[in-house]
Protein backbone atom coordinates (compact mmCIF):
# COMPACT_ATOMS: atom_id res chain seq x y z
CA UNK A 1 0.00 0.00 0.00
CA UNK A 2 1.01 3.61 -0.89
CA UNK A 3 1.15 5.45 2.11
CA UNK A 4 3.61 8.01 0.58
CA UNK A 5 1.43 11.78 1.01
CA UNK A 6 1.06 13.51 -1.88
CA UNK A 7 0.39 17.02 -1.64
CA UNK A 8 -1.73 17.59 -5.25
CA UNK A 9 -3.67 14.34 -3.96
CA UNK A 10 -7.30 14.10 -2.79
CA UNK A 11 -7.64 12.12 0.16
CA UNK A 12 -11.04 10.80 1.96
CA UNK A 13 -12.01 8.46 5.33
CA UNK A 14 -12.26 4.80 3.73
CA UNK A 15 -15.08 2.93 3.99
CA UNK A 16 -13.43 0.42 6.15
CA UNK A 17 -13.89 3.16 9.13
CA UNK A 18 -17.06 4.81 10.80
CA UNK A 19 -15.86 8.14 12.27
CA UNK A 20 -18.32 9.74 14.89
CA UNK A 21 -18.18 12.84 16.94
CA UNK A 22 -19.32 11.88 20.18
CA UNK A 23 -19.02 14.90 23.20
CA UNK A 24 -16.55 16.90 20.85
CA UNK A 25 -14.43 14.11 20.86
CA UNK A 26 -13.51 12.54 17.15
CA UNK A 27 -13.80 8.54 17.71
CA UNK A 28 -12.91 6.25 14.65
CA UNK A 29 -14.34 2.92 14.72
CA UNK A 30 -12.67 0.72 12.83
CA UNK A 31 -15.28 -1.30 10.69
CA UNK A 32 -12.90 -4.31 8.82
CA UNK A 33 -10.63 -6.66 10.59
CA UNK A 34 -7.20 -5.35 10.33
CA UNK A 35 -7.01 -1.70 10.94
CA UNK A 36 -6.52 -2.14 14.82
CA UNK A 37 -3.33 -3.70 15.76
CA UNK A 38 -5.51 -4.77 19.04
CA UNK A 39 -9.66 -6.10 18.34
CA UNK A 40 -10.59 -3.87 20.15
CA UNK A 41 -8.91 -0.62 19.66
CA UNK A 42 -10.77 2.83 18.52
CA UNK A 43 -8.70 5.67 17.47
CA UNK A 44 -9.27 9.37 18.04
CA UNK A 45 -7.65 12.71 16.91
CA UNK A 46 -6.34 16.07 18.76
CA UNK A 47 -7.90 18.94 18.09
CA UNK A 48 -5.43 20.02 15.10
CA UNK A 49 -5.41 16.53 13.72
CA UNK A 50 -9.37 17.44 13.96
CA UNK A 51 -9.03 20.23 11.86
CA UNK A 52 -6.98 18.13 9.26
CA UNK A 53 -9.77 15.19 8.95
CA UNK A 54 -12.57 17.85 8.62
CA UNK A 55 -10.94 19.13 5.36
CA UNK A 56 -10.30 15.59 3.99
CA UNK A 57 -13.32 15.64 2.14
CA UNK A 58 -12.65 13.62 -0.88
CA UNK A 59 -12.70 17.24 -2.86
CA UNK A 60 -9.61 19.44 -1.73
CA UNK A 61 -6.44 18.34 -2.83
CA UNK A 62 -3.86 18.09 0.42
CA UNK A 63 -2.47 21.44 -0.90
CA UNK A 64 -5.80 23.13 -0.63
CA UNK A 65 -6.11 21.64 2.79
CA UNK A 66 -2.41 23.05 3.55
CA UNK A 67 -3.71 26.53 2.60
CA UNK A 68 -6.83 26.24 4.71
CA UNK A 69 -4.99 25.44 7.66
CA UNK A 70 -2.53 28.07 6.83
CA UNK A 71 -4.58 30.41 6.85
CA UNK A 72 -6.69 29.42 9.82
CA UNK A 73 -3.96 28.86 12.46
CA UNK A 74 -1.75 32.15 10.65
CA UNK A 75 1.09 30.15 10.35
CA UNK A 76 3.11 29.52 7.60
CA UNK A 77 2.70 26.70 5.14
CA UNK A 78 6.03 25.78 5.66
CA UNK A 79 5.73 24.88 8.89
CA UNK A 80 2.25 22.76 8.63
CA UNK A 81 3.17 20.71 5.78
CA UNK A 82 5.40 18.58 7.70
CA UNK A 83 2.54 17.69 10.39
CA UNK A 84 -0.02 17.44 7.82
CA UNK A 85 2.04 14.60 5.97
CA UNK A 86 3.01 12.93 9.26
CA UNK A 87 -0.58 12.65 9.99
CA UNK A 88 -2.14 11.67 6.41
CA UNK A 89 0.81 9.53 5.94
CA UNK A 90 -0.17 7.38 9.40
CA UNK A 91 -3.80 7.51 8.50
CA UNK A 92 -2.96 6.11 5.27
CA UNK A 93 -0.65 3.61 6.70
CA UNK A 94 -3.76 2.61 9.35
CA UNK A 95 -6.33 2.64 6.39
CA UNK A 96 -8.39 5.14 8.10
CA UNK A 97 -7.49 7.65 5.02
CA UNK A 98 -7.66 6.49 1.32
CA UNK A 99 -6.50 8.43 -1.74
CA UNK A 100 -9.65 9.48 -4.27
CA UNK A 101 -8.99 9.15 -8.19
CA UNK B 1 -7.34 9.46 26.70
CA UNK B 2 -4.84 7.20 25.23
CA UNK B 3 -2.96 4.77 26.49
CA UNK B 4 -0.45 4.48 23.13
CA UNK B 5 -0.13 7.52 21.58
CA UNK B 6 1.54 7.54 18.08
CA UNK B 7 2.65 11.17 16.84
CA UNK B 8 -0.68 12.22 15.31
CA UNK B 9 -3.55 9.57 16.37
CA UNK B 10 -4.26 8.61 19.58
CA UNK B 11 -5.29 4.95 19.50
CA UNK B 12 -8.20 4.63 22.85
CA UNK B 13 -9.77 1.85 24.44
CA UNK B 14 -13.70 2.28 24.84
CA UNK B 15 -13.34 0.78 28.00
CA UNK B 16 -11.17 3.44 29.91
CA UNK B 17 -13.07 5.79 32.26
CA UNK B 18 -11.29 8.67 30.93
CA UNK B 19 -12.34 8.06 27.06
CA UNK B 20 -14.34 11.49 27.62
CA UNK B 21 -12.59 14.37 28.37
CA UNK B 22 -15.74 17.10 28.73
CA UNK B 23 -18.93 15.10 29.21
CA UNK B 24 -19.93 11.39 28.88
CA UNK B 25 -22.91 10.78 26.75
CA UNK B 26 -26.00 10.25 27.59
CA UNK B 27 -25.87 6.54 27.05
CA UNK B 28 -22.88 5.34 26.06
CA UNK B 29 -23.54 1.37 26.12
CA UNK B 30 -26.66 -0.50 25.65
CA UNK B 31 -27.93 -3.89 26.82
CA UNK B 32 -30.26 -5.29 24.23
CA UNK B 33 -32.31 -8.16 24.65
CA UNK B 34 -33.27 -9.48 21.44
CA UNK B 35 -35.35 -12.23 22.41
CA UNK B 36 -36.59 -14.26 25.67
CA UNK B 37 -36.15 -17.66 23.40
CA UNK B 38 -33.53 -19.80 23.60
CA UNK B 39 -32.65 -23.25 21.74
CA UNK B 40 -31.31 -24.80 24.75
CA UNK B 41 -33.68 -24.93 28.22
CA UNK B 42 -30.69 -24.83 31.00
CA UNK B 43 -31.99 -26.09 34.09
CA UNK B 44 -30.44 -22.88 35.99
CA UNK B 45 -31.82 -20.22 33.17
CA UNK B 46 -33.63 -17.31 34.61
CA UNK B 47 -35.40 -16.22 31.24
CA UNK B 48 -35.50 -18.32 28.60
CA UNK B 49 -38.81 -19.40 26.80
CA UNK B 50 -38.52 -22.23 24.18
CA UNK B 51 -37.45 -21.36 20.98
CA UNK B 52 -40.66 -22.58 19.14
CA UNK B 53 -42.43 -20.18 21.38
CA UNK B 54 -44.74 -18.64 18.90
CA UNK B 55 -46.41 -16.12 20.48
CA UNK B 56 -43.22 -14.73 22.46
CA UNK B 57 -41.78 -14.57 18.69
CA UNK B 58 -44.74 -12.91 17.32
CA UNK B 59 -44.28 -9.98 20.21
CA UNK B 60 -40.63 -9.47 19.87
CA UNK B 61 -39.54 -6.06 18.63
CA UNK B 62 -39.39 -6.11 14.46
CA UNK B 63 -35.51 -5.72 12.80
CA UNK B 64 -37.01 -1.95 11.80
CA UNK B 65 -37.87 -0.93 15.57
CA UNK B 66 -34.33 -2.38 16.40
CA UNK B 67 -32.57 -0.59 13.90
CA UNK B 68 -34.25 2.52 15.08
CA UNK B 69 -33.36 1.55 18.80
CA UNK B 70 -29.40 1.13 17.94
CA UNK B 71 -30.00 4.47 15.38
CA UNK B 72 -31.08 6.31 18.35
CA UNK B 73 -28.28 5.27 20.67
CA UNK B 74 -25.83 6.13 18.75
CA UNK B 75 -27.36 9.42 18.40
CA UNK B 76 -26.91 9.67 21.92
CA UNK B 77 -23.40 8.54 21.73
CA UNK B 78 -23.44 5.04 22.51
CA UNK B 79 -20.52 3.22 21.49
CA UNK B 80 -21.13 -0.53 22.27
CA UNK B 81 -24.49 -2.54 22.67
CA UNK B 82 -24.63 -5.81 23.72
CA UNK B 83 -27.09 -8.58 21.97
CA UNK B 84 -28.20 -11.06 24.74
CA UNK B 85 -31.12 -13.15 24.77
CA UNK B 86 -32.80 -15.62 25.65
CA UNK B 87 -29.89 -16.82 22.09
CA UNK B 88 -29.66 -13.60 20.54
CA UNK B 89 -28.95 -15.64 17.37
CA UNK B 90 -32.15 -17.92 17.05
CA UNK B 91 -33.43 -14.03 15.68
CA UNK B 92 -33.47 -14.91 11.81
CA UNK B 93 -32.10 -11.09 11.52
CA UNK B 94 -29.30 -11.23 13.77
CA UNK B 95 -26.88 -10.79 11.13
CA UNK B 96 -28.75 -7.68 9.74
CA UNK B 97 -29.31 -6.23 12.96
CA UNK B 98 -25.26 -7.21 13.76
CA UNK B 99 -24.24 -5.05 10.24
CA UNK B 100 -26.39 -2.19 11.36
CA UNK B 101 -25.02 -1.95 14.59
CA UNK B 102 -21.63 -2.17 13.58
CA UNK B 103 -22.30 0.52 10.47
CA UNK B 104 -23.48 3.01 12.59
CA UNK B 105 -20.38 2.41 14.82
CA UNK B 106 -20.90 0.16 17.54
CA UNK B 107 -18.74 -2.02 19.19
CA UNK B 108 -20.98 -4.98 19.56
CA UNK B 109 -20.77 -7.69 22.84
CA UNK B 110 -22.19 -10.92 22.00
CA UNK B 111 -23.48 -13.37 24.51
CA UNK B 112 -24.31 -16.83 23.11
CA UNK B 113 -24.39 -20.85 23.55
CA UNK B 114 -22.00 -20.49 20.10
CA UNK B 115 -24.55 -23.64 19.16
CA UNK B 116 -25.98 -21.56 16.03
CA UNK B 117 -22.45 -20.00 15.28
CA UNK B 118 -22.02 -21.30 11.27
CA UNK B 119 -19.20 -21.20 9.19
CA UNK B 120 -20.58 -17.89 7.05
CA UNK B 121 -21.36 -16.52 10.44
CA UNK B 122 -18.17 -16.99 11.90
CA UNK B 123 -16.49 -16.08 8.35
CA UNK B 124 -18.23 -12.95 9.00
CA UNK B 125 -17.48 -11.77 12.47
CA UNK B 126 -13.87 -12.35 11.33
CA UNK B 127 -14.09 -9.84 8.14
CA UNK B 128 -15.94 -7.26 10.43
CA UNK B 129 -15.40 -8.12 13.42
CA UNK B 130 -17.27 -6.93 17.18
CA UNK B 131 -14.41 -5.44 17.95
CA UNK B 132 -14.91 -6.86 21.57
CA UNK B 133 -15.02 -10.41 22.93
CA UNK B 134 -18.04 -12.59 22.06
CA UNK B 135 -19.20 -13.89 25.60
CA UNK B 136 -19.92 -17.97 25.56
CA UNK B 137 -21.55 -19.89 27.81
CA UNK B 138 -20.28 -23.37 28.21
CA UNK B 139 -22.28 -25.83 30.31
CA UNK B 140 -19.51 -28.71 30.55
CA UNK B 141 -16.94 -30.44 29.30
CA UNK B 142 -18.87 -33.74 28.20
CA UNK B 143 -21.78 -34.46 26.74
CA UNK B 144 -23.49 -35.84 29.77
CA UNK B 145 -22.75 -32.94 31.75
CA UNK B 146 -23.30 -30.04 29.28
CA UNK B 147 -26.81 -31.65 28.12
CA UNK B 148 -27.69 -32.22 31.89
CA UNK B 149 -27.59 -28.62 32.50
CA UNK B 150 -28.81 -27.77 29.01
CA UNK B 151 -31.77 -30.72 28.62
CA UNK B 152 -31.56 -30.52 25.01
CA UNK B 153 -29.90 -32.82 23.00
CA UNK B 154 -27.40 -32.17 20.57
CA UNK B 155 -26.83 -28.96 22.42
CA UNK B 156 -23.17 -30.13 23.33
CA UNK B 157 -21.97 -30.96 19.90
CA UNK B 158 -23.43 -28.11 18.40
CA UNK B 159 -21.96 -25.69 21.19
CA UNK B 160 -18.05 -27.11 20.30
CA UNK B 161 -18.84 -26.91 16.93
CA UNK B 162 -19.54 -23.27 16.92
CA UNK B 163 -16.80 -22.42 19.09
CA UNK B 164 -13.78 -24.68 17.10
CA UNK B 165 -15.50 -22.34 14.06
CA UNK B 166 -14.92 -19.43 16.25
CA UNK B 167 -11.71 -20.70 17.29
CA UNK B 168 -10.50 -21.12 13.82
CA UNK B 169 -11.27 -17.77 12.26
CA UNK B 170 -9.24 -16.38 15.25
CA UNK B 171 -12.51 -14.20 16.17
CA UNK B 172 -11.80 -13.39 19.90
CA UNK B 173 -14.10 -14.88 22.69
CA UNK B 174 -14.03 -15.71 26.37
CA UNK B 175 -15.86 -18.31 27.80
CA UNK B 176 -17.67 -18.54 31.46
CA UNK B 177 -20.11 -21.07 32.85
CA UNK B 178 -22.65 -21.78 35.85
CA UNK B 179 -21.44 -23.51 38.87
CA UNK B 180 -24.25 -26.21 39.43
CA UNK B 181 -24.05 -29.75 40.60
CA UNK B 182 -24.43 -31.52 37.03
CA UNK B 183 -21.25 -29.78 35.88
CA UNK B 184 -19.31 -29.56 39.01
CA UNK B 185 -17.00 -32.31 38.81
CA UNK B 186 -15.81 -30.79 34.84
CA UNK B 187 -14.63 -27.31 36.90
CA UNK B 188 -10.56 -28.57 36.71
CA UNK B 189 -11.22 -29.53 32.97
CA UNK B 190 -12.82 -26.52 32.54
CA UNK B 191 -10.28 -24.24 33.53
CA UNK B 192 -7.42 -26.11 32.31
CA UNK B 193 -9.11 -25.65 28.84
CA UNK B 194 -10.05 -22.21 29.19
CA UNK B 195 -7.02 -21.40 29.79
CA UNK B 196 -5.84 -22.42 26.27
CA UNK B 197 -8.38 -19.80 24.87
CA UNK B 198 -6.19 -17.53 23.05
CA UNK B 199 -8.17 -14.30 24.51
CA UNK B 200 -8.80 -15.79 28.11
CA UNK B 201 -6.43 -13.92 30.15
CA UNK B 202 -7.90 -14.91 33.58
CA UNK B 203 -10.02 -17.82 34.58
CA UNK B 204 -13.43 -18.07 33.77
CA UNK B 205 -16.27 -16.64 35.50
CA UNK B 206 -18.85 -18.40 36.92
CA UNK B 207 -22.80 -18.01 37.54
CA UNK B 208 -22.74 -19.12 41.33
CA UNK B 209 -25.49 -18.17 43.26
CA UNK B 210 -28.00 -18.29 40.72
CA UNK B 211 -30.43 -15.49 40.04
CA UNK B 212 -34.14 -16.22 40.20
CA UNK B 213 -36.03 -16.29 37.11
CA UNK B 214 -36.80 -12.65 36.08
CA UNK B 215 -40.35 -13.14 35.39
CA UNK B 216 -40.89 -14.14 38.91
CA UNK B 217 -41.84 -18.04 37.34
CA UNK B 218 -42.44 -19.80 40.70
CA UNK B 219 -42.38 -23.21 38.93
CA UNK B 220 -38.87 -22.48 37.25
CA UNK B 221 -37.63 -20.66 40.89
CA UNK B 222 -37.84 -23.72 42.39
CA UNK B 223 -35.67 -25.49 40.59
CA UNK B 224 -33.63 -22.63 40.56
CA UNK B 225 -33.14 -22.70 43.92
CA UNK B 226 -32.94 -26.40 44.92
CA UNK B 227 -29.62 -25.59 42.50
CA UNK B 228 -27.65 -22.92 44.73
CA UNK B 229 -25.24 -23.67 46.98
CA UNK B 230 -25.29 -23.40 50.41
CA UNK B 231 -23.84 -19.75 51.03
CA UNK B 232 -20.62 -21.13 52.56
CA UNK B 233 -20.28 -23.41 49.30
CA UNK B 234 -20.39 -21.14 47.23
CA UNK B 235 -18.37 -18.68 48.84
CA UNK B 236 -15.41 -21.82 49.16
CA UNK B 237 -15.82 -22.01 45.41
CA UNK B 238 -15.46 -18.53 44.62
CA UNK B 239 -12.35 -17.69 47.28
CA UNK B 240 -10.94 -21.78 46.33
CA UNK B 241 -7.83 -19.37 44.54
CA UNK B 242 -7.79 -17.44 48.03
CA UNK B 243 -5.13 -15.05 47.36
CA UNK B 244 -6.31 -13.80 44.58
CA UNK B 245 -9.95 -13.97 45.91
CA UNK B 246 -8.43 -12.27 48.84
CA UNK B 247 -7.08 -8.98 46.83
CA UNK B 248 -9.79 -8.78 44.14
CA UNK B 249 -12.69 -8.74 46.70
CA UNK B 250 -10.46 -6.73 49.22
CA UNK B 251 -9.93 -3.93 46.49
CA UNK B 252 -13.38 -3.38 45.88
CA UNK B 253 -14.76 -3.80 49.28
CA UNK B 254 -12.61 -0.57 49.91
CA UNK B 255 -14.08 1.04 47.56
CA UNK B 256 -17.89 0.20 47.54
CA UNK B 257 -18.36 -0.09 51.41
CA UNK B 258 -20.59 1.60 53.72
CA UNK B 259 -24.20 1.86 54.74
CA UNK B 260 -26.14 2.98 51.96
CA UNK B 261 -29.37 4.79 53.78
CA UNK B 262 -32.41 4.25 52.50
CA UNK B 263 -30.95 4.67 49.03
CA UNK B 264 -32.08 2.04 47.00
CA UNK B 265 -29.65 2.40 43.92
CA UNK B 266 -26.14 2.10 45.07
CA UNK B 267 -25.24 0.62 41.86
CA UNK B 268 -24.56 2.27 38.18
CA UNK B 269 -28.24 1.31 37.30
CA UNK B 270 -29.76 3.98 34.53
CA UNK B 271 -26.44 5.99 35.21
CA UNK B 272 -24.91 6.24 31.24
CA UNK B 273 -26.92 3.09 29.92
CA UNK B 274 -30.11 1.62 29.28
CA UNK B 275 -31.35 -1.74 28.93
CA UNK B 276 -33.99 -2.77 25.98
CA UNK B 277 -36.17 -5.99 26.76
CA UNK B 278 -37.29 -8.33 23.54
CA UNK B 279 -40.54 -6.40 23.34
CA UNK B 280 -39.44 -2.80 23.61
CA UNK B 281 -39.32 -1.88 27.53
CA UNK B 282 -36.47 -0.12 28.58
CA UNK B 283 -35.18 -0.78 31.60
CA UNK B 284 -32.09 0.90 34.09
CA UNK B 285 -30.92 -2.91 34.09
CA UNK B 286 -31.54 -5.89 32.58
CA UNK B 287 -32.38 -8.01 35.66
CA UNK B 288 -34.51 -5.62 37.07
CA UNK B 289 -38.28 -5.99 35.89
CA UNK B 290 -40.43 -4.45 38.72
CA UNK B 291 -43.49 -2.36 36.63
CA UNK B 292 -42.38 1.06 38.85
CA UNK B 293 -38.87 1.12 36.89
CA UNK B 294 -39.96 0.19 33.28
CA UNK B 295 -40.26 2.31 30.32
CA UNK B 296 -42.44 1.53 27.01
CA UNK B 297 -40.22 2.66 24.27
CA UNK B 298 -43.12 2.15 21.95
CA UNK B 299 -44.35 5.55 23.61
CA UNK B 300 -41.39 7.56 24.39
CA UNK B 301 -37.76 8.00 23.25
CA UNK B 302 -34.56 6.67 24.63
CA UNK B 303 -33.49 10.08 25.34
CA UNK B 304 -37.02 10.24 27.53
CA UNK B 305 -36.00 7.14 29.20
CA UNK B 306 -32.21 8.19 30.20
CA UNK B 307 -32.47 12.02 30.52
CA UNK B 308 -35.92 11.52 32.93
CA UNK B 309 -37.49 8.44 33.78
CA UNK B 310 -34.48 6.86 35.26
CA UNK B 311 -33.41 9.44 37.48
CA UNK B 312 -36.81 9.31 39.19
CA UNK B 313 -36.33 6.07 39.15
CA UNK B 314 -33.24 6.26 40.68
CA UNK B 315 -34.88 8.53 43.31
CA UNK B 316 -36.61 5.83 44.76
CA UNK B 317 -36.29 5.66 49.02
CA UNK B 318 -36.61 2.20 50.64
CA UNK B 319 -39.82 1.86 52.80
CA UNK B 320 -39.42 -1.81 54.04
CA UNK B 321 -38.96 -1.54 57.57
CA UNK B 322 -36.83 -4.77 57.58
CA UNK B 323 -34.55 -3.34 55.08
CA UNK B 324 -34.40 0.15 57.04
CA UNK B 325 -33.27 -1.37 59.80
CA UNK B 326 -30.46 -4.11 58.50
CA UNK B 327 -29.64 -3.20 54.15
CA UNK B 328 -29.71 0.63 55.09
CA UNK B 329 -27.53 -0.26 58.08
CA UNK B 330 -25.19 -2.53 57.01
CA UNK B 331 -21.39 -1.82 55.91
CA UNK B 332 -21.44 -4.57 53.88
CA UNK B 333 -23.31 -3.21 51.31
CA UNK B 334 -20.80 -3.61 48.31
CA UNK B 335 -20.09 -6.59 49.37
CA UNK B 336 -23.67 -7.97 49.37
CA UNK B 337 -25.69 -8.45 46.27
CA UNK B 338 -28.93 -7.55 47.44
CA UNK B 339 -30.43 -4.91 44.96
CA UNK B 340 -33.52 -3.50 43.65
CA UNK B 341 -32.96 -6.35 40.67
CA UNK B 342 -32.70 -9.09 43.23
CA UNK B 343 -35.51 -7.81 45.87
CA UNK B 344 -37.77 -7.89 42.28
CA UNK B 345 -37.35 -11.60 41.73
CA UNK B 346 -37.27 -12.77 44.96
CA UNK B 347 -40.09 -10.97 46.26
CA UNK B 348 -41.74 -8.71 43.67
CA UNK B 349 -40.51 -5.92 45.40
CA UNK B 350 -38.21 -3.01 45.33
CA UNK B 351 -36.77 -3.01 49.23
CA UNK B 352 -37.39 -6.18 50.56
CA UNK B 353 -33.83 -8.29 52.06
CA UNK B 354 -33.07 -11.32 50.12
CA UNK B 355 -31.76 -13.34 53.15
CA UNK B 356 -29.64 -16.03 50.53
CA UNK B 357 -27.30 -12.52 49.64
CA UNK B 358 -27.47 -11.33 53.06
CA UNK B 359 -26.05 -15.14 54.13
CA UNK B 360 -23.30 -15.15 51.28
CA UNK B 361 -22.04 -11.53 52.20
CA UNK B 362 -21.75 -12.37 55.92
CA UNK B 363 -19.71 -15.46 54.72
CA UNK B 364 -17.63 -13.37 52.74
CA UNK B 365 -17.42 -10.45 55.58
CA UNK B 366 -16.33 -13.62 57.59
CA UNK B 367 -13.49 -14.55 55.02
CA UNK B 368 -12.44 -11.39 54.87
CA UNK B 369 -11.93 -11.17 58.51
CA UNK B 370 -14.43 -8.43 58.80
CA UNK B 371 -16.89 -10.16 60.77
CA UNK B 372 -16.67 -12.67 63.11
CA UNK B 373 -18.60 -15.54 64.15
CA UNK B 374 -22.58 -14.86 64.44
CA UNK B 375 -22.27 -10.82 64.37
CA UNK B 376 -24.52 -9.10 62.25
CA UNK B 377 -22.98 -6.34 59.91
CA UNK B 378 -25.64 -4.08 60.41
CA UNK B 379 -25.09 -4.30 64.77
CA UNK B 380 -21.23 -3.30 63.88
CA UNK B 381 -20.63 0.55 65.05
CA UNK B 382 -17.01 0.15 63.90
CA UNK B 383 -16.94 -1.16 60.49
CA UNK B 384 -14.71 2.34 59.51
CA UNK B 385 -11.66 1.25 61.96
CA UNK B 386 -12.43 -2.94 60.44
CA UNK B 387 -12.38 -1.60 56.21
CA UNK B 388 -9.60 0.83 57.23
CA UNK B 389 -6.11 0.07 54.72
CA UNK B 390 -8.72 -2.89 53.07
CA UNK B 391 -7.47 -1.58 49.55
CA UNK B 392 -3.72 -1.99 50.74
CA UNK B 393 -3.99 -4.75 52.68
CA UNK B 394 -1.11 -7.56 53.43
CA UNK B 395 -2.67 -10.33 51.64
CA UNK B 396 -0.32 -12.26 53.73
CA UNK B 397 -1.76 -10.78 56.86
CA UNK B 398 -5.19 -11.17 55.79
CA UNK B 399 -4.97 -14.63 54.61
CA UNK B 400 -3.89 -15.19 58.51
CA UNK B 401 -6.93 -13.32 59.61
CA UNK B 402 -9.12 -14.69 57.50
CA UNK B 403 -11.49 -17.56 58.25
CA UNK B 404 -14.26 -19.87 57.58
CA UNK B 405 -16.02 -20.54 60.54
Not at chain 2, 154 to 174: Q, Y
Amino acid sequence: MDVEARLDAVYAPSEDIVARSIEGELIIVPLVAGIGDFEDELYSLNETGKAVWDRLDGKKSLKEVLAELSAEFDAPAGEIEKDLIGLVEELLRRRILVAVG
Amino acid sequence: MSDRETPYVLKVSSQKASLWKKEKPLVSHLDVELTERCNNNCLHCCIALPADDLVAKKRELSTGTVRDILTEAVSLGCLSVRFTGGEPLLREDFEELYLHARKTGLKVILFTNATLVTPAFAALLSRIPPLEEIEISVYGMHKNSYEAVTRTPGSFEASWRGIHLLLERKVPFVVKSALLPQNREDVEEFEAWAATVPWMDDFPSYSVFLDLHCRRNEMKNQTIRNLRPAPEEGVEFLARRKEKYLKEVGTFCSKFIGPPGDSLFACGAGLGGACVDAYGVVQPCMDLRHSQTLYDLRKGSLKEAVTHFFPEVRKIKARNRDYLSRCARCFLKGLCEQCPARSWAEHGTLDTPVDYYCEIAHTEARVLGLLQKDEKAWEVMDWKERIRDLSQIDHGQMQRRASWT
